[in-house]
């Protein structure tokens, strides 16, 4: 039977990354190395000490990860790759949080990198142009569910707006964001910006990025033993699943996947952990576009189906909301390399649990969730928490 | 000059340039029912072996949206923007697709037929095409 991940004695050791953005001058290797010896620095740690490593990227370029684990450190560990399109990250973390839970390895870390920029020189992404997919702009089918969504239940591009304005301006405040407004932004400045794809404007999708992100987890003794006097936070839980099938399913053009399969994963992760929405006290989610943010409200449980668009009119998701979402900005304004995301997330989750995210900290955060979709044909929801 | 496809396996280009091209599908022989693009396995009961089929010319536009930014795969080509649409065909599959039209012209729901689009020329000077859905009503009027 298929079930969600209950982890155990299990921690995050160390968080690091380098903020996103388009790093075009530094070297994907150099961004790799940096963010991992962030992160063994964060955990007290050396390459050593680490029992085994799960490499991701969606770069097309095989191997790379073996060469950035190299930049830290020849110790002969087991590395495997992971790539799973955008929830590329999320899956490393759920390895290497498995590995250690599992009891193979005390100290095992998930390595992402990507650099959007070379991707571009290359030629952009997927097969080339002679696909039958290619012509269209992947923006244009999260407008499709766009549109949709106000068809049946009257959104607004407002609604839309609002949430893409939270997004930025929790970016401001978070150093390691790609877009970091010097002014507050406003719903009618994300309106007003460039028509993409009716109904989305540029403010409302995620920009283009290079980065790298690292996450240590280790058993949870050693943590507590080299890290005395600071907050734990564990791996609770976490689900996978890829698509099911269901009449008018789309099958070229796998950006946007089925909604249930966030609403199925999301419910496998909570059944894991055994909370619910209720208990979660920050989250983030796969808002490449904005429209899924609001979509995503529903799916992982924290509105009834169709009321969402409630906990944006009354701002419930943002600065002293009831479930503040993306508090680094999302994928819209923190960025979305790929690979390094859902890393990226979990750095975020980390120092919110921590209680380290200055400008942006949620009051006595406990249970972060972290979800992400990948190529519209996967998805994974993870739980966090901290204990003391 | 001959209409080659952007990618073979896809869709059969009619040697009328009247006639409409024609979506290659499948139908499952245990459940009955219908795929695009083609498949082995049947994505719903997993039987293996579904039958070739052509599937319908006309469909339903389920969603849609306007794109103002050039395509992706054609930036040889000058356009200011392009519709794209998710299309409800009668035996059932759901097909992604460039949608002929302005703005202005789509609604959700509104009945479509396929045709041709041309994306460019080769060296040889044969068409590279990909198929779209038009309003029925646009055509008529």
Same mark, same amino acid.
């Given at each position: 039977?298929?079930?969600?991940?209950?982890?155990?004695?299990?921690?995050?050791?160390?968080?690091?990354?380098?903020?996103?953005?388009?790093?075009?001058?530094?070297?994907?290797?150099?961004? @790799?190395?940096?963010?991992?010896?962030?992160?063994?620095?964060?955990?007290?740690?050396?390459?050593?000490?680490?029992?085994?490593?799960?490499?991701?990227?969606?770069?097309?370029?095989?191997?790379?990860?073996?060469?950035?684990?190299?930049?830290?450190?020849?110790?002969?560990?087991?590395?495997?790759?992971?790539?799973?399109?955008?929830?590329?990250?999320?899956?490393?973390?759920?390895?290497?949080?498995?590995?250690?839970?599992?009891?193979?390895?005390?100290?095992?870390?998930?390595?992402?990198?990507?650099?959007?920029?070379?991707?571009?020189?290359?030629?952009?992404?997927?097969?080339?142009?002679?696909?039958?997919?290619?012509?269209?702009?992947?923006?244009?089918?999260?407008?499709?569910?766009?549109?949709?969504?106000?068809?049946?239940?009257? !959104?607004?591009?407002?609604?839309?707006?609002?949430?893409?304005?939270?997004?930025?301006?929790?970016?401001?405040?978070?150093?390691?964001?790609?877009?970091?407004?010097?002014?507050?932004? !406003?719903?009618?400045?994300?309106?007003?910006?460039?028509?993409?794809?009716?109904?989305?404007?540029?403010?409302?999708?995620?920009?283009?990025?290079?980065?790298?992100?690292?996450?240590?987890?280790?058993?949870?003794?050693?943590?507590?033993?080299?890290?005395?006097?600071?907050?734990?936070?564990?791996?609770?839980?976490?689900?996978?699943?890829?698509?099911?099938?269901?009449?008018?399913?789309?099958?070229?053009?796998?950006?946007?996947?089925?909604?249930?399969?966030?609403?199925?994963?999301?419910?496998?992760?909570?059944?894991?952990?055994?909370?619910?929405?209720?208990?979660?006290?920050?989250?983030?989610?796969?808002?490449?576009?904005?429209?899924?943010?609001?979509?995503?409200?529903?799916?992982?449980?924290?509105?009834?189906?169709?009321?969402?668009?409630?906990?944006?009119?009354?701002?419930?998701?943002?600065?002293?909301?009831?479930?503040?979402?993306? !508090?680094?900005?999302?994928?819209? @304004?923190?960025?979305?390399?790929?690979?390094?995301?859902?890393?990226?997330?979990?750095?975020?989750?980390?120092?919110?649990?921590?209680?380290?995210?200055?400008?942006?900290?949620?009051?006595?955060?406990?249970?972060?969730?972290?979800?992400?979709?990948?190529?519209?044909?996967?998805?994974?929801?993870?739980?966090?928490?901290?204990?003391? | 000059?001959?209409?080659?496809?952007?990618?073979?396996?896809?869709?059969?280009?009619?040697?009328?340039?009247?006639?409409?091209?024609?979506?290659?599908?499948?139908?499952?022989?245990?459940?009955?029912?219908?795929?695009?693009?083609?498949?082995?396995?049947?994505?719903?009961?997993?039987?293996?072996?579904?039958?070739?089929?052509?599937?319908?010319?006309?469909?339903?536009?389920?969603?849609?949206?306007?794109?103002?930014?050039?395509?992706?795969?054609?930036?040889?080509?000058?356009?200011?923007?392009?519709?794209?649409?998710?299309?409800?065909?009668?035996?059932?599959?759901?097909?992604?697709?460039?949608?002929?039209?302005?703005?202005?012209?789509?609604?959700?729901?509104?009945?479509?037929?396929?045709?041709?689009?041309?994306?460019?020329?080769?060296?040889?000077?044969?068409?590279?095409?990909?198929?779209?859905?038009?309003?029925?009503?646009?055509?008529?009027?």
């Amino acid at each position: 039977m298929r079930r969600g991940l209950r982890f155990e004695d299990v921690a995050v050791a160390g968080v690091g990354m380098v903020p996103f953005g388009m790093l075009k001058e530094r070297p994907i290797l150099h961004l @790799a190395r940096d963010a991992g010896l962030a992160a063994l620095h964060d955990a007290q740690m050396t390459l050593a000490d680490v029992d085994e490593a799960f490499v991701g990227y969606i770069q097309l370029t095989s191997m790379i990860g073996i060469q950035a684990m190299k930049e830290l450190g020849l110790t002969g560990l087991p590395v495997a790759h992971i790539e799973n399109a955008s929830a590329t990250g999320l899956v490393a973390f759920r390895e290497a949080a498995w590995a250690v839970s599992s009891g193979r390895a005390d100290v095992a870390m998930a390595l992402c990198f990507d650099k959007f920029t070379d991707l571009q020189a290359r030629g952009g992404r997927g097969g080339g142009r002679d696909v039958i997919d290619a012509p269209i702009l992947p923006a244009s089918y999260f407008a499709l569910w766009a549109q949709r969504r106000m068809h049946d239940r009257g !959104t607004k591009p407002e609604h839309f707006a609002a949430i893409a304005a939270k997004n930025w301006n929790y970016g401001a405040a978070c150093p390691f964001a790609h877009r970091r407004p010097d002014h507050p932004v !406003t719903p009618e400045e994300v309106l007003a910006s460039r028509m993409v794809a009716e109904p989305l404007t540029t403010m409302m999708c995620c920009p283009a990025d290079d980065g790298a992100a690292c996450v240590i987890l280790a058993r949870e003794d050693l943590v507590r033993s080299r890290q005395p006097g600071r907050p734990v936070v564990r791996p609770l839980a976490s689900a996978l699943q890829s698509e099911t099938y269901a009449r008018g399913h789309t099958f070229i053009g796998p950006v946007v996947g089925p909604s249930t399969m966030t609403r199925d994963t999301a419910r496998e992760c909570y059944e894991a952990a055994g909370v619910g929405p209720e208990d979660v006290d920050v989250a983030f989610c796969h808002d490449a576009f904005v429209n899924e943010e609001l979509e995503y409200y529903e799916l992982l449980g924290f509105a009834a189906e169709g009321e969402g668009d409630k906990l944006v009119e009354a701002g419930e998701t943002g600065p002293g909301g009831r479930i503040p979402f993306n !508090t680094d900005g999302g994928l819209i @304004a923190r960025g979305h390399p790929g690979g390094p995301t859902g890393l990226a997330q979990i750095h975020e989750c980390v120092l919110q649990l921590r209680g380290e995210a200055d400008g942006r900290q949620v009051d006595s955060a406990r249970l972060a969730l972290a979800h992400l979709v990948g190529g519209g044909s996967i998805c994974t929801v993870n739980l966090l928490e901290r204990t003391d | 000059m001959a209409r080659v496809p952007i990618e073979e396996g896809f869709f059969r280009i009619p040697d009328d340039p009247g006639e409409p091209p024609r979506l290659l599908g499948s139908r499952c022989p245990n459940c009955g029912e219908f795929f695009y693009p083609r498949r082995m396995v049947c994505a719903q009961c997993l039987h293996e072996g579904c039958d070739d089929v052509e599937l319908s010319t006309r469909g339903r536009i389920w969603t849609w949206t306007y794109c103002h930014v050039p395509l992706f795969g054609r930036k040889d080509t000058d356009v200011p923007g392009y519709g794209v649409g998710q299309i409800d065909l009668a035996e059932g599959p759901r097909v992604q697709s460039i949608l002929f039209g302005g703005p202005d012209d789509f609604a959700i729901g509104m009945e479509v037929e396929i045709d041709l689009e041309t994306l460019r020329e080769t060296a040889d000077g044969d068409e590279v095409v990909i198929y779209r859905f038009r309003p029925l009503a646009e055509r008529s009027a």
